[in-house]
């Protein structure tokens, strides 16, 4: 399981860019809201903690994960955002719109990342139920939020 071989919630700070004058985009999905504000308050805590001024840090929702890619595209096509951070909870039901959406999103924000040439980080928790989200988001596999923002900040680091 990648979790248990690595981590992020335990990234290593050390070498990572100043990030005092960058701007972040986070693109926030409403639905499993709980759960998805509580990777917020850990995205927003880590870019804080690593130096990002609170005035530079903008969170924008989306009623749910599908609208991650537009939310993020509305984000990086402005000069004002250096990285965009997506997050989202997708949970498996009794039918197969779990896999439309996860697909969609990863190629979705794929693409953004690549037409604007920005990060535009995947921190898409997607899981069987709602404790094993719960687990990644504050539980026992850490919080996908702070492992989304230290993707963030190391690839604005790129070079
Ligand atoms: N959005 C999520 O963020 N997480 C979900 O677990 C989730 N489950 C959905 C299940 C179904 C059957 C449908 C139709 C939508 C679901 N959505 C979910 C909402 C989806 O991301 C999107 O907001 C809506 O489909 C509107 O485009």
């Known amino acids: 399981m990648a979790t ?5 919630s335990d990234y ?3 070498n990572l ?16 809201k709980a759960i998805t504000d509580t990777l917020c308050k850990g995205a927003y805590e880590t870019l804080v903690k690593h130096g990002a001024k609170p005035e530079n840090i903008h969170r924008n929702t989306v009623p749910g994960s599908f609208e991650l890619t ?17 997050l ?15 697909h969609a999103v990863a ?3 794929t693409n953004v990342a690549l037409k604007y040439n920005k990060p535009v980080i995947f921190g898409l928790v997607t899981t069987n139920d709602e404790q094993q989200a ?9 919080n ?9 900040i190391q690839m604005l680091g790129f070079n």
């Open 4 to 8: 248990a071989l690595k981590n992020l």
């Open 12 to 14: 290593n700070s050390e």
């Open 17 to 32: 860019p100043d990030i005092s004058g960058k701007r972040f985009g986070l693109v926030v999905a409403e639905w499993n």
């Open 70 to 86: 537009l939310g993020a595209q509305f984000l990086a096509q402005s000069a004002d955002i250096d990285a965009v951070i997506c």
């Open 88 to 102: 989202g909870v997708v949970i498996k039901g009794e039918t197969k719109h779990d896999d439309y959406i996860c």
């Open 107 to 109: 190629n979705g924000i």
């Open 134 to 142: 719960w687990d990644r988001a504050g539980g026992k596999h850490g």
């Open 144 to 152: 996908k939020g702070v492992e989304a923002a230290a993707a963030a």
